[in-house]
């Protein structure tokens, strides 16, 4: 069975959200979310799987969702009405991971689970979860969503240098889980 990658970006103080929204705009990371989670397939490889939680479905403008070139997965443990047909509704996170990881079809290829606050604190204690692509923003905004604290099995293995866009500093990050 394959693992899943968290992707997120972050403030200086962990923050993530506000008001069901992001607290920045930043191309760069817009344009390195899709490159990270795009397939290539002029290389055939197979499409790419995104899970997000109810409100981060609900938070994406119209217009954008579901976010095109991937297949989009919502997570709620209700009812959830109106979604298009080629989104896929699960209960938990391990439905989900025993459907898009676990992928005996070999129908999908990489599984991101970008956000938001909920989602991610049980996924990265999901024994699955073997990375994380952070963008590090090095500044401070009034949030009301946070990203949880990084357990120790993480090994940060690569980052950028810092860049620069509208007076913001920010870097990538990846973290990769020690193999036991
Ligand atoms: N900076 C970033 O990279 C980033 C990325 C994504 C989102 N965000 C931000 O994060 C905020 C939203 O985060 P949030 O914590 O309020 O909401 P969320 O995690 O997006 O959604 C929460 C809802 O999703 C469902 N859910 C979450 N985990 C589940 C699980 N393990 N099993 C079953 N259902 C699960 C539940 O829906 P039900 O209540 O229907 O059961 C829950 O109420 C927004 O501000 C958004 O902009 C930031």
Redesign the pocket.
């Known amino acids: 069975m394959k693992g899943f990658t968290i992707?997120?970006?972050?403030d200086a103080r962990s923050g993530?959200?506000?008001?069901?929204?992001?607290p920045w705009k930043l191309s760069a990371d817009m344009k390195h979310f899709r490159d990270c989670t795009m397939a290539r397939h002029d290389r055939g490889e197979a499409q790419n799987v995104l899970i997000?939680?109810?409100?981060?479905?609900e938070?994406l403008p119209e217009q954008r969702k579901p976010l095109h070139g991937r297949h989009n997965v919502v997570?709620?443990?209700?009812e959830?009405s109106g979604l298009p047909s080629s989104v896929d509704h699960?209960?938990?996170?391990n439905d989900a991971v025993m459907r898009y990881c676990a992928d005996e079809g070999h129908r999908y290829g990489r599984v991101f689970v970008?956000?938001?606050?909920?989602?991610?604190r049980?996924?990265i204690q999901h024994p699955s979860c073997e990375a994380l692509y952070l963008?590090m923003i090095e500044s401070v905004y009034d949030c009301?969503?946070y990203?949880p604290p990084i357990p120790s099995a993480f090994r940060e293995i690569a980052r950028t240098a810092p860049m620069i866009e509208n007076g913001l500093t920010f870097f990538f990050s990846e973290f990769k889980r020690d193999i036991p």
């Open positions: 992707i997120a970006a972050c993530i959200g506000k008001n069901n929204d992001l997000m939680g109810r409100r981060t479905w938070s997570l709620s443990t209700g959830l699960c209960r938990s996170l970008i956000g938001g606050e909920q989602l991610y049980c996924a963008t009301d969503r990203f």
